[in-house]
């Protein structure tokens, strides 16, 4: 057993959103930053010098540098270059993928390439686990070494080495890997509820028994399909993420998960649903302008653009476009739900035949399923719900939040592994089969899909001329007959035969399929009785000795991109409390003595001016500590100051400040003067604003009806009012929301707090063209 | 699905069960629960290596077993291993009409495919499922009657044995059915 200090935490690495959780005694979590967010966009934003950004804030960077932000990375993890060139992916994709030159004709490995420089998915995706692996560091105030890290059920053997070989780069000892469908379900029937932002996962209760259903007519000559007994039930998992689909059918018994079945797509997901809109619009403005919308910039802003119409028309009925192709031309279109079902009707119509080929393999029919739970954020598509309730005769279990319930699931997982739990117990199957290339190019199969893991097959080979002393052997996944249609594991070479005549040496390979999914290989010489060594070379994925390098580059790396992130950090934090000490000075000043009050001055100039040249994190950290313990005398008269000055009606009558960046302009505000009448809500951050000269955009007039006038609140965020859903509607679809984005007209600070706010680029050039007014 | 020689243990007496086609499939699962509860690798831990070669060892066993006893071809393949020994597998007979109707219903398959006749595709499938489902009702009875003497018996087992086989290939190929 591992020890029991070592956390391990559950990710789901997703190919839109990914997450980190973790499982204690009262229950699973999800690791939030201080804003309370929990996603992280799977997103990594690379600038000129190597600096590499991931989250929310890379997607801002995507339509100015498209080349260079790379998304849905998901998707290529485990695949050659040739065969993602066939599938027409990569015309997709604003940014270059290309075949990395390798060592043997056999290996086919893809990369993209950014600014000359190569990264394989794995790397990509390494850098998204440490980020997140950091995050839950932070979180937990302990290091993070283990983690257990969800993939789709339908993701083959190519990619599971891929994803943990991602973990292996990100300096993770990934203990297990878990299918996505697996992890839903153990959140599921351990009772776990997810609910929405700001609250926490419920208590446990075991939540086992689904709703008795009448026996259907299951053929009874046929396997008698046992209903279910008392406490058992049958539920189906459909996952449709913005990548890959997986459909899993599961027993829930006494604390087991069993899997029945499991069928899906790895290509296919929301990203697909936004391509059917970008390739409507291109082809209309191609028809109507005779305009092509391919360079990288326009294709990342359409893509964008499409994600956010997607998104409205699962609320509203229609969704405007609008397109300014240049000065004098403008392609306006509206979409209507109905249109946009239409064009995703057979990517859903192949999922729903992915269900009945699971229910078949699980010798179910709809009728026996108890419960249907949805995961992935495209299962809030109505049409989506509305066909997964025709084929199963009922409505869908929508209680947990379809974008958590997988990384929680992987914490309670985690929690397992680590000893801390030992209700539940998950037992898995292999979703294809798997099988060697024999003569003529056939494929033999070894193992069939939906056979429980662990398992294991063996198989006997022999040579073919005196004294060969290697043997290669084809591996290969996939349920076609023929090898060239099935999927290459790699190559594997016996080695070490003992020299023999032809035909007479009897190998035993055995081919063992571990908890995770995983193929090992292992062989014997029966006749000597050696144990043959295997060289394995992955025909799409990246050998131990490659891994092992990466994960070194990539530990320097992500020190260097700390260290970016720090002084970031940092001069915020400066500019912040630098100003805060000039207030507090004008506030209570006067009871320092004149030499205190210079002494503060200087040292606050010093510290600026160390901001502005200083490229040494560590020496801005300290230069800050010692000016706030410096301050701190201040600080103190300054609240005393503010207990006294009370106005009587509770509201403290402390004036409260908001420094507007990047102009570096401090503002006072006087909560008696609120509101000061202007746009927005009374008293809002665009009242304030507008009064004090600083004029942000607000194009419907600070009614909350657009996004024109979103700011990023860097802090303060927690004295303000809560984001409302209309709010948090229009920031999905402004230009680059981040986590601490608000609507100006919409946020209303309550006074306890200094607040620092960024006018994002977009919104400058009208904020400061204009003079000062009153 | 050919089961290899049984690995110096019987599924029968590991799952507590009468060696017969007929069983209680609640003690065979309640059974496997138990048991998957002491071996997975999960549970076992990652101790040490051997401890884990142990375990996967010992769960890929227990996984064979129980889907072998599970299913009911399965289930009646092992039974007749036990009593006509491995080499009967080697046996490929089939009943002569079942190749011909196969190789008659391949064609058909391919033409209704070809002219994406779903229809077709959907009386064919029914069509299938009922002559597998005929297979595995003799398959049933035979297995029921099965005795070490009794090689005719043991010889009509192995044909239907290898036919199902077929049906259930042909039913590959087609797509899934409506819940009929």
């Not at chain 1, 208590?203 to 259903?213: I, M, S, T, Y």
Request: charged residues 25%.
């Amino acid at each position: 057993m591992t020890s029991g200090t070592d956390i391990i935490i559950g990710i789901d690495l997703g190919t839109t959103n990914s997450l980190a959780a973790f499982c204690d005694e009262s229950g699973p979590r999800i690791i939030r930053d201080e804003s309370g967010d929990g996603c992280l966009r799977s997103v990594l934003a690379f600038s000129r010098d190597g600096r590499v950004t991931i989250g929310a804030e890379a997607k801002t960077h995507a339509v100015e540098n498209p080349t260079s932000t790379v998304f849905s990375i998901k998707r290529l993890m485990g695949r050659g270059y040739e065969e993602l060139a066939a599938s027409g992916e990569l015309s997709h994709l604003p940014y270059a993928v290309v075949k990395r030159a390798t060592d043997t004709r056999h290996r086919d490995v893809a990369a993209v390439e950014i600014s000359g420089k190569l990264m394989t998915p794995p790397e990509l995706s390494g850098i998204i686990l440490r980020k997140l692996s950091q995050l839950a560091a932070d979180h937990l105030g302990r290091e993070v070494t283990k983690a257990v890290i969800t993939v789709p059920a339908y993701f083959d053997d190519a990619q599971r080495q891929a994803t943990r070989d991602a973990g292996r780069i990100a300096g993770l000892d990934v203990v297990r890997i878990i299918n996505e469908p697996t992890a839903a379900a153990l959140a599921y029937g351990l009772g776990i509820r997810a609910p929405a932002r700001g609250q926490a996962a419920g208590a446990l209760q075991l939540n086992l028994a689904g709703d008795r259903r009448s026996v259907d007519e299951a053929n009874p000559a046929d396997t008698p399909r046992a209903r279910p007994a008392e406490g058992e039930s049958l539920i189906a998992v459909y996952d449709l993420g913005g990548g890959t689909f997986d459909v899993s059918i599961l027993r829930l018994a006494e604390g087991i998960f069993e899997v029945q079945s499991t069928h899906g797509n790895t290509h296919l997901g929301g990203d697909d649903f936004d391509r059917e809109i970008i390739e409507l619009v291109q082809h209309e403005v191609r028809e109507e302008f005779g305009v092509e919308i391919n360079t990288p910039a326009a294709r990342q802003a359409l893509r964008i653009l499409a994600e956010n119409v997607k998104i409205r028309l699962s609320t509203e009925e229609a969704a405007p476009i609008e397109i300014e192709l240049d000065q004098e031309r403008r392609y306006t279109r509206t979409i209507e739900r109905s249109e946009f079902e239409t064009l995703i009707s057979p990517w859903l119509d192949m999922t729903i035949e992915s269900c009945r080929r699971a229910l078949n393999d699980a010798r179910a029919t709809p009728g026996m399923i108890d419960q249907v739970i949805l995961v992935g954020g495209s299962t809030r598509i109505p049409l989506v719900r509305r066909r997964i309730e025709e084929l199963f005769g009922r409505r869908c279990y929508t209680a947990l939040n379809p974008d958590e319930v997988v990384a929680l699931g992987a914490a309670v997982q985690a929690a397992i592994l680590s000893g801390t739990r030992r209700d539940a117990l998950l037992l898995d199957v292999i979703p294809l089969s798997l099988g060697i290339e024999t003569m003529g190019g056939a494929v033999g199969k070894l193992i069939m899909r939906n056979t429980r893991i662990p398992c294991r097959a063996t198989e006997r080979f022999s040579t073919f001329v005196d004294g060969q002393a290697n043997v290669k052997i084809n591996v290969l996944q996939g349920e076609r007959e023929l090898a060239r249609d099935c999927r290459s594991l790699g190559e594997f070479e016996l080695r070490g035969i003992p020299p023999m005549p032809a035909g007479i040496p009897k190998i035993l390979v055995e081919f063992l399929i571990d908890e995770n999914g995983i193929l090992n290989v292992s062989a014997k010489e029966e006749r000597s009785g050696k144990q043959a060594g295997i060289q394995i070379i992955p025909a799409h994925g990246l050998t131990a000795d490659e891994v092992k390098r990466m994960e070194l580059e990539s530990y320097e790396h992500a020190r260097e991109d700390m260290t970016a992130q720090r002084l970031i950090g940092l001069r915020n934090q400066i500019a912040f409390d630098t100003n805060k000490a000039e207030q507090m000075l004008a506030q209570a000043g006067e009871e320092l003595s004149a030499p205190e009050r210079s002494a503060i001055v200087s040292a606050m100039g010093e510290l600026r001016a160390l901001a502005e040249t200083s490229e040494d994190a560590d020496s801005l950290h300290n230069a800050l500590n010692r000016f706030d313990a410096r301050t701190l005398r201040l600080a103190e008269m300054a609240i005393t100051r503010t207990l006294r000055e009370t106005d009587g009606t509770g509201r403290a009558a402390r004036t409260f400040a908001i420094t507007f960046l990047p102009m570096n302009r401090r503002v006072e505000v006087d909560p008696r003067d609120l509101p000061y009448g202007h746009r927005g809500l009374p008293g809002s951050i665009l009242d304030i604003a507008l009064k004090h000269g600083i004029d942000l955009t607000h194009a419907c007039g600070g009614v909350g009806a657009c996004a024109t006038c979103h700011v990023i609140v860097h802090q303060g965020q927690s004295a303000c009012n809560k984001l409302t859903e209309g709010e948090a509607d229009q920031l999905d679809s402004a230009y680059g929301p981040t986590p601490h984005s608000r609507l100006a007209c919409r946020c209303v600070p309550d006074g306890t707090q200094d607040l620092l706010v960024e006018i994002p680029e977009w919104n400058r050039n009208l904020a400061l063209s204009k003079e000062p007014q009153t | 699905m050919n089961p290899q020689p049984p690995e110096g243990f019987d599924y029968f007496e590991l799952f507590g069960l009468e060696p017969a086609y007929d069983i209680d499939e609640g003690v065979l699962h309640g059974k496997y629960l138990l048991l998957a509860r002491s071996v997975h690798p999960d549970v076992v831990g990652k101790a040490s290596d051997e401890m884990r070669r142990r375990s996967l060892s010992l769960s890929s066993q227990l996984n064979r077993a129980y889907d072998t006893l599970r299913d009911p071809v399965a289930r009646a393949a092992y039974l007749l291993a036990q009593v006509a020994g491995p080499a009967a597998a080697g046996d490929r007979a089939v009943p002569g009409e079942v190749l011909d109707e196969v190789m008659m219903l391949r064609e058909e398959i391919e033409e209704a495919q070809a002219a994406r006749d779903t229809a077709a595709l959907e009386a064919l499938r029914r069509k299938i499922t009922a002559r597998r489902q005929s297979a595995l009702e003799m398959i049933a009875g035979l297995s029921r009657s099965l005795a070490e003497d009794n090689s005719e018996t043991q010889k009509d087992l192995r044909k239907q044995l290898n036919a199902i086989k077929y049906w259930s290939n042909l039913l590959d190929q087609l797509p899934p059915g409506g819940d009929v």
